[in-house]
């Protein structure tokens, strides 16, 4: 039995504009910059996608432009989850995240991992991920060590005190 695999859908219009800067049309036929067949694919494949840029002529002040419009239309994006998850690999160490989806997040931390033991423990939908998260860890280092994100404490208790957390936001509405 297969499993599926995928990231879930999200329209982001930055990644739009990236893949529209870096496609060229050459006898009438698109090519986008991984395309072998792009003209500057050598250069891309070699040097990065910043070199490429620049070898279609996008100086470098259109593309610092590129990526600060990136960063800005990702920054618009407030809505989101904070979550938890574990690893049965560190039974007592959890990690408290934020993510526009949580489960999208998990599977990108499956690919750090042979066995794909990641679990999403538990996932809070928030207005501001940011600042759910700041609250989320403020909250638990009160409680529990802390190395960045991640918490020496068990993922049902540390979801446990994030649940009043959050069901407490909630209600206050």
């Given at each position: 039995m297969?499993?599926?695999t995928g990231q879930k859908h999200i329209d982001m219009p930055y990644k739009r504009y990236i893949e529209n800067k870096s496609r060229v049309t050459l006898n009438g036929k698109r090519y986008r910059l991984?395309?072998?067949?792009?003209?500057?694919?050598?250069?891309?494949k070699n040097k990065g996608m910043e070199?490429?840029?620049?070898?279609?002529?996008?100086?470098?002040?259109?593309?610092q432009e590129?990526?600060?419009?990136?960063?800005?239309?990702?920054?618009?994006?407030?809505?989101?989850?904070?979550?938890?998850?574990?690893?049965?690999?560190?039974?007592?160490?959890?990690?408290?995240?934020?993510a526009i989806d949580a489960e999208d997040r998990l599977k990108q931390y499956?690919?750090?991992s042979p066995y794909r033991d990641y679990v999403?423990?538990?996932a809070w939908d928030v207005e501001d991920r940011r600042e759910a998260e700041k609250q989320a860890?403020?909250?638990?280092?009160?409680?529990?060590?802390?190395?960045?994100e991640w918490f020496v404490a068990f993922s049902d208790m540390a979801a446990e005190r994030l649940e009043g957390l959050f069901?407490?936001?909630?209600?206050d509405d």
């Amino acid at each position: 039995m297969s499993e599926t695999t995928g990231q879930k859908h999200i329209d982001m219009p930055y990644k739009r504009y990236i893949e529209n800067k870096s496609r060229v049309t050459l006898n009438g036929k698109r090519y986008r910059l991984g395309n072998p067949n792009h003209p500057f694919h050598s250069v891309y494949k070699n040097k990065g996608m910043e070199a490429a840029f620049k070898a279609m002529n996008l100086v470098p002040n259109k593309l610092q432009e590129i990526k600060y419009t990136v960063q800005k239309l990702f920054d618009e994006v407030r809505k989101g989850q904070v979550y938890v998850i574990r690893n049965p690999a560190f039974p007592s160490w959890c990690k408290v995240g934020m993510a526009i989806d949580a489960e999208d997040r998990l599977k990108q931390y499956q690919t750090s991992s042979p066995y794909r033991d990641y679990v999403l423990v538990a996932a809070w939908d928030v207005e501001d991920r940011r600042e759910a998260e700041k609250q989320a860890h403020a909250l638990l280092e009160k409680h529990y060590e802390r190395r960045g994100e991640w918490f020496v404490a068990f993922s049902d208790m540390a979801a446990e005190r994030l649940e009043g957390l959050f069901n407490k936001e909630s209600s206050d509405d």
